[in-house]
């Protein structure tokens, strides 16, 4: 399950955060210059958290590949 306590409050937050995250994009269309900042810092995290997630999926990928037919992990010999 994605959002397992999915509630009435948590849509109505989610709601109001993207409205005034478009009420700022709205001021930066229009000109001006402390709304593109903040669009762009917010676009930016935004992005470094969706690259983040697709990095974790890309290594749980390739960290099962190895264990998917039963096999051990080979041994390091650090010594």
Do not use: D, K
């Amino acid at each position: 399950m994605l959002f397992p306590r999915f509630s009435l409050r948590t849509f109505i937050l989610i709601v109001t955060c993207c409205a005034a995250f478009f009420v700022v994009v709205g001021q930066a269309v229009s000109g001006h210059v402390w709304a593109w900042g903040v669009t762009v810092g917010l676009v930016s995290v935004l992005l470094s958290f969706l690259v983040q997630a697709l990095f974790y999926l890309l290594m749980r990928l390739v960290g099962g590949l190895g264990n998917r037919h039963g096999e051990a992990a080979p041994e390091v010999n650090r010594g």
